[in-house]
């Protein structure tokens, strides 16, 4: 296990030696299931996934492709994938119903809706999952309680009430104890919990979550399929690491013995994943950090899909600030000819670690670790759009 300290960057490689554990749940059969139901919710559409030709040569890969989750459901993000799956197989064992066979319209037309209506669920999110749990209590017609950690910008939270019906309220607490805070109500309440990552005892509806966002993974594999690419290298940002584990697991399936080569990215000050990946163990951040990547500042790994990304990534870095706001102008203002995506704070963040490894001289070590060169192709998930429209404004166009 090799490790480099560079420029405000950390780089960890995991060489544990651990055994490939892929365990059951993330594979094509579970992500045709998420896909039969996302592709029953009005508006549903795939998104698209973007060649970068132009970035490519100027980094010197052999190419740059990049899933554009901002275009998912009008809602800015991808979460709305694991928050609304997640629902519709909550509300299917509530009622003793088969996922495999209940549509959505049996839900929202038909004589369940009264029951549906008398659900409250509760979550903590630093914005996205929000505001997908909100929309999609919105599709079931039923409630939901939403609370936001310390420092939360009061434009995530709106967009949260725009979103669906969601009661909101930002916190004094940190991102682990409003998460506590949320799992508190759920038992004194009565109130689902429905929350994106999980702990001993409460596996299920996080897997479920997970298992909603197979739909951009393999709508992303087929379409990489179509093109007879195959992706060298797969970039994927952590906060809990529910979605970087799914799709992690899911990419490894897929590919089997020619798996791509994992990179994890977080944020410098709440990088949980990389310090339990260095110490071998499940490791917190604690106290309440501050970085504009919202989406990723959490202090504890999910438990279900750490040990995939424990056994799995082979590399992980950790980040400041700087490294998304050099990922969001790379995405907004890209070389002529490709095509200006739209990225948030925490969406932007892999390309610009993959971006600083590229191009400084003082990662040249780092890069030849990882085996980028002109034969790689990066695969990346642009996990929101400007969900913090007045700082993505200041970072890109100021």
């Not at 197989?89 to 929202?108: A, Q, V, W």
């Not at 725009?162 to 009565?190: F, Q």
Request: charged share 25%; hydrophobic share 35%; net charge negative.
């Amino acid at each position: 296990m090799r490790e480099w300290l560079i420029d405000s960057y950390r780089i960890l490689e995991n060489k544990s030696g651990a055994p490939k554990a892929l365990p059951p749940g993330y594979g094509d059969a579970e992500a045709e299931q998420a896909i039969r139901f996302h592709a029953q919710i009005p508006g549903y559409a795939q998104t698209p996934l973007h060649s970068l030709p132009g970035l490519a040569r100027a980094l010197g890969v052999g190419g740059i492709y990049a899933k554009d989750e901002s275009k998912r459901f009008s809602l800015n993000a991808f979460k709305g994938l694991g928050g609304s799956y997640a629902m519709f197989r909550i509300i299917c064992e509530k009622l003793g119903l088969d996922p495999r066979e209940t549509r959505l319209k049996d839900l929202t037309e038909g004589p369940y809706r009264e029951q549906i209506s008398r659900l409250i669920f509760v979550s903590c999110t630093d914005g996205n999952h929000g505001r997908g749990v909100s929309w999609a209590a919105g599709l079931f017609g039923c409630r939901a309680h939403i609370y936001m950690p310390f420092g939360t910008r009061e434009a995530r939270a709106r967009a949260i009430r725009e979103a669906g019906p969601a009661r909101v309220e930002i916190t004094n607490l940190s991102y682990d104890d409003t998460v506590r805070k949320a799992r508190e109500l759920s038992e004194t309440k009565g109130w689902i919990l429905i929350q994106d990552t999980s702990w001993e005892g409460y596996e299920t509806i996080p897997s479920w979550i997970v298992q909603g966002y197979l739909t951009l993974a393999a709508e992303a594999a087929r379409e990489l399929d179509q093109r007879q690419i195959r992706p060298t290298h797969l970039f994927l940002q952590v906060g809990v690491g529910s979605m970087a584990g799914g799709l992690l697991a899911y990419f490894a399936n897929h590919y089997r013995e020619n798996k791509p080569l994992a990179v994890l990215v977080e944020p410098l000050v709440a990088d949980c994943l990389y310090q339990s990946v260095r110490a071998g163990a499940l490791r917190s951040v604690e106290g309440t950090p501050v970085t504009m990547m919202a989406g990723l500042n959490c202090g504890t790994p999910c438990t279900i899909t750490w040990p995939i990304l424990r056994d799995n990534a082979e590399f992980c870095v950790s980040g400041p600030d700087d490294m998304a706001a050099l990922g969001m102008r790379s995405y907004g203002k890209g070389p002529e000819g490709d095509p200006p995506m739209i990225s948030g704070e925490s969406g932007a963040s892999t390309l610009g670690a993959a971006r600083k490894i590229l191009e400084d001289p003082a990662f040249t070590e780092v890069k030849k670790a990882m085996g980028l060169d002109e034969s790689s192709r990066l695969l990346f998930i642009n996990t929101e759009g400007d969900t913090d429209p007045e700082n993505y404004k200041s970072v890109v166009e100021g």
